[in-house]
């Protein structure tokens, strides 16, 4: 029986459903050679945010809680190893599984702390503590330099933007495959009963507690690879990375690919990395505020994103064409 | 119809986003100078300050002629104050638009971001207003500062002030920010090797009430108050330590910023409390010391027609004559050959002579510390009482 | 004995405008179950506004006022009817909803009121020297008797009048008082619309001490929600003594621990709470 479910795991994994994301992936594996610096710097970003925003997906879009602690935990990542690194010697990437490490703990705490009461307890509680991270992080500045930033290693070797791309690559490539994986085993099936019906979920033996912050700290941890790995890409980390307004990037990015869409948040990362561009070119005042108003268009008028839209669209297509 | 019109939509918010990708190239046919500095945030009134100062450097470089035979431009890319935002922007002003040298900024932590980006690029960078000592005191080959520094600023001016009018308490109230700290450690020093007492108050940046820390100071019972809170920050300590009777009746109080100071916002924040506050600046409209000072100020007002106030457009806009003058005389815009005539700098602006520090070894390397004044607002005048030959007035109690 | 004094009046008068800000919060929570992410943006406004009304049209303190407060019950109104509506039932979607909202006016008011504080003349001038100890500034003194007067008021119509009733019938069971022939929309609306009057009046009664920036909106909802988790969701009592609690540690923390810290014991005491009691001080129920 669990044999015969890891088969279909696998399956579903190498089968034909993949070779989508395969195409994709290698697509992106030859951007270096076609990118000057400064684009590669762009997809760099974009796949930072690849990771950010699946991960908050997870939770958000699969779960149905909405966490404003993942920027923090992105910045626990990259605080924990560009300390260790740069204070102490430490090379990155081993600072990076203990900054890993330190979000998931960390989240496992927030979590146990605030899953239980969940909705809007869970929203507020893990803001307050979002800006607790926040100021900790600006008043501290013996230890983390505070406003100032921290300057921090690269990743391996001399710095690199092309090697810089490929471990984002790889890492962003993993966190996705990841999400899918848990989205379509066991776990997946429970974090869908979760979020339809709780109650349903309940009386089925799902235990409830035990998925969401099974959720909620993988997420956090996946935040936390994103953010070391971010960190040691721009080898000064600073308290923007734990901030309000990082968080409303990842979450612009979700709402506007697609939330609870495996698709969604990658759509979204690398659409909102290049609007940014675009809007930059007029003013830099105008481009928070250019992707806010795209936020709240998508979110109020088409809360599927545009992944759902393109796939409601696809299905419409395909049954009109056979009525007609 | 209807039912592809969502997918147009998103084809066309596409569409519109890619087109932005193209259209980078363009053909060289000016030489680029990059500029960054806060133009969004809290401190983006220096960023107006700045676009005042860039446009009448290039009316006057490109009315006389331009650089060698082509104009000049400045690509102005905002840095918020942020120090990631810096590195990305100076990053683009290198990589996407391929100055010759960047120029500006006027914080701290965005400018020792900057100066990692500039040299690992090979590209000449002069910070305009950012004192913090690390800038030059890390010894870049590429980084040089034609502005004041936390050591020049504190040492010179600050404490020859204070020992120059003999004030016996001092209360030092500063903001947990690097610039805060690092030349809050300074004045400690320094006022323990002039023997005068002092205590110091540490303060949130982002806090709008300080009632319960000024009673602390009030307690101190100072004569004199060194504020390092930058921004509006500072005209909300002034107004609340005007209510608590501590200025300008039991103390007097010196900014150590300076343009927040001058900001329109001063007066309607800190009331009639503001006078005899006293500040830090580099321009006065009765200290012009050179001729460029005088050029300066008759361009501002013909251009502008209001007088000059922020004194951050001039200090922009003696940079870009320094980077002019290097480029002039290096007759070329490769990056060594300009490092090499900037060593060799001797330029007089507006604010004096420019040299740079050739001594490795310590933040004098590649720094020119411009005179600075300290002024006093008398009764809305402002009144330059320190250095003493450059006095407009006494200083008032 | 003197710095306590001082600390506890601060705390007292930072506590009475907390509370305020709290109870708009509070009320669309309570009604509505929705968490107004743009609750302190529409602070913000109400400031710009009566600083700009009293400015650049001459209006006199009051009048400013009442027009400031007047022109943010209309946009309330209008966020209500066209983003809050439509999410009814799905606190979720109303976050992220009014979160993004929150991105959107704070950037909207930084290009159009550009990054400067701005704020209305002061009603009085000066300082008082309050029990022979120490001077408290005027505007200070007379903000916080505003303050006091619209909590009074606030509680008053929500306790001892027929709208009052009404909005509490809906808060405590909506299908029961729709039942009953209470328009239940139309309630909605008016409370939403009654929050942002609150926010808007704590605006413009504090706009003279504290400048508004495009900025500070978010601390102010951040400390609201605080304030009323602290006193327990819901409940408008609990707003009050959770604000004044709240502004009465901070002024002791900064004087006895540390100012630096100031913005972090608010936090710090929530996640107290909701380990330790995580209905809050008064709170009956849980959303």
């Known amino acids: 029986m669990q044999a015969a479910g890891t088969a279909k795991d696998m399956k579903k994994l190498l089968g034909g459903e993949s070779t989508p994301w395969l195409i994709v992936l290698a697509g992106f594996s030859f951007l270096p050679l076609v990118l000057g610096p400064y684009w590669l710097n762009s997809a760099i970003l974009g796949l930072f945010y690849v990771m950010m925003a699946s991960s908050w997906n997870l939770l958000a879009g699969f779960t149905g809680q909405v966490s404003f602690a993942h920027a923090a935990f992105a910045g626990i990542g990259c605080y924990t190893s560009g300390i260790l690194s740069a204070k102490l010697g430490l090379h990155p990437l081993l600072g990076l599984p203990l900054g890993v490490a330190l979000a998931a703990l960390l989240s496992l705490c927030l979590g146990a702390l605030c899953i239980k009461m969940g909705g809007i307890y869970l929203s507020l509680t893990t803001l307050a503590f979002s800006e607790i991270v926040h100021i900790v992080i600006q008043n501290e500045y013996q230890i983390t330099r505070g406003t100032m930033g921290l300057k921090v290693p690269f990743i391996v070797g001399p710095y690199s933007k092309v090697t810089a791309f490929y471990i984002m690559l790889v890492a962003a490539a993993g966190i996705v495959w990841l999400v899918r994986w848990i989205i379509n085993a066991d776990m997946g099936l429970r974090f869908r009963a979760v979020l339809n019906d709780e109650t349903a979920a309940q009386s089925l033996g799902v235990p409830v507690m035990r998925v969401r912050l099974t959720a909620f700290v993988i997420s956090g941890a996946m935040a936390g690879l994103a953010g070391s790995l971010y960190g040691h890409y721009l080898t000064l980390i600073t308290p923007h990375i734990p901030s309000l307004d990082m968080m409303f990037h990842v979450l612009a990015m979700a709402v506007i690919g697609g939330l609870g869409t495996l698709a969604g948040p990658i759509v979204g990362a690398f659409l909102l990395e290049v609007l940014s561009e675009f809007v930059r070119q007029f003013s830099d005042k105008y481009h928070v505020l250019v992707f806010a108003c795209v936020a709240l268009v998508f979110a109020r008028f088409a809360p599927q994103g545009l992944v759902g839209l393109a796939v409601d669209w696809w299905k419409k297509a395909m049954s009109g064409g056979r009525s007609a | ?397 | 004995m003197e710095d306590l004094l001082l600390y506890l009046t601060n705390g007292v008068f930072m506590g009475a405008t907390y509370a305020l800000v709290a109870l708009g919060v509070t009320l669309i929570v309570g009604i509505m179950g929705v968490v107004n992410f743009a609750h302190g943006e529409l602070y913000v406004l109400a400031g710009y506004f009566s600083a700009l009304f009293a400015q650049a049209m001459g209006l006199d303190p009051l009048s400013s006022m009442l027009v400031a407060v007047v022109l943010v019950f209309f946009f309330g109104l209008v966020i209500e009817r066209t983003l809050i509506r439509p999410t009814y039932g799905e606190e979720m979607y109303s976050l992220i909803i009014t979160f993004i909202l929150y991105i959107i006016l704070q950037n909207a008011y930084l290009v159009i009121f550009g990054p400067y504080p701005n704020k209305p003349p002061n009603w009085v001038s000066g300082a008082s020297n309050l029990f022979g100890l120490f001077y408290y500034g005027n505007q200070r003194l007379a903000s916080f008797a505003a303050a006091a007067a619209v909590i009074t008021v606030f509680m008053v119509v929500m306790h001892k009048t027929w709208l009052g009733r009404v909005i509490r019938s809906v808060a405590m069971d909506r299908e029961m008082a729709s039942i009953l022939g209470v328009n239940t929309e139309r309630v909605n609306m008016l409370s939403f619309g009654l929050g942002c009057v609150l926010a808007a009046c704590a605006g413009v009664i504090l706009t003279p001490v504290f400048p508004v920036t495009p900025t500070v909106g978010v601390g102010i909802s951040l400390t609201a929600f605080v304030v009323m988790i602290l006193g327990g969701l819901g409940s408008f009592t609990g707003c009050i003594v959770g604000g004044l609690l709240l502004g009465i540690v901070e002024n002791l923390g900064v004087g006895y621990v540390s100012s630096g810290y100031k913005h972090v014991f608010g936090f710090v005491i929530l996640i107290l709470v909701l380990f330790f009691r995580p209905t809050g001080l008064f709170g009956q129920k849980q959303l």
């Open chain 2, 1 to 397: 119809m209807k039912k592809y019109w969502k997918p147009l939509a998103v084809l066309a918010v596409l569409a519109t986003a890619l087109s932005g990708m193209a259209g980078t190239a363009m053909a060289e046919e000016t030489i680029k100078m990059g500029v960054v500095g806060p133009r969004t945030g809290g401190a983006a009134a220096t960023g107006t300050a700045f676009e005042e100062g860039i446009a009448l450097a290039l009316d006057k470089i490109n009315g006389a002629g331009g650089l060698l035979g082509k104009k000049m431009e400045v690509v102005f890319e905002d840095t918020a104050g942020d120090p990631a935002k810096a590195a990305g922007g100076i990053e683009k002003l290198i990589t996407k638009d391929k100055v010759v040298m960047v120029l500006g900024e006027s914080h701290s932590s965005a400018a020792l971001a900057e100066i990692d980006v500039a040299n690992r690029n090979k590209v000449p960078l002069i910070i305009a207003e950012a004192w913090h000592d690390d800038i030059t005191k890390k010894n870049y080959p590429y980084v040089f500062r034609a502005g004041p520094c936390n050591s020049g600023v504190v040492n010179d001016s600050i404490m020859g002030f204070v020992k120059q009018y003999g004030f016996k308490r001092v209360a030092i109230f500063a903001e947990n920010t690097d610039w805060g700290m690092g030349i809050k450690d300074l004045a400690e020093k320094g006022l323990k090797a002039a023997k005068v007492e002092f205590t110091t108050i540490e303060t949130e940046r982002k806090s709008q009430d300080h009632y319960a820390e000024l009673n602390k100071v009030k307690k101190f019972k100072p004569d004199l108050i060194l504020a390092f809170v930058y921004g509006f920050g500072v005209h909300y300590l002034i107004a609340q330590a005007g209510e608590v009777g501590i200025v300008p009746s039991q103390a007097l109080l010196l900014e150590g910023a300076g343009p927040p100071s001058l900001w329109p916002e001063f007066w309607k924040t800190v009331g009639n409390y503001g006078n005899l506050e006293l500040f830090v600046s580099r321009m006065h409209e009765k200290v012009l010391l050179t001729p460029v000072a005088k050029e300066f100020d008759a361009a501002y007002r013909k251009k502008f027609s209001k007088a000059p106030t922020d004194y951050k457009s001039r200090s922009i806009y003696d940079v870009i004559l320094i980077a002019a003058d290097a480029v002039k005389r290096a007759g070329s815009t490769d990056s060594d050959k300009l490092v090499k005539s900037l060593e060799n700098t001797e330029l007089v602006v507006s604010s004096g002579k420019v040299t740079f520090g050739k001594e490795k070894g310590s933040y004098a390397y590649h720094q020119w510390q411009p005179p600075m004044l300290i002024i006093q607002w008398q009764d809305k005048q402002q009144v330059v009482v320190y250095p003493m030959d450059a006095k407009t007035g006494d200083l008032k109690k």
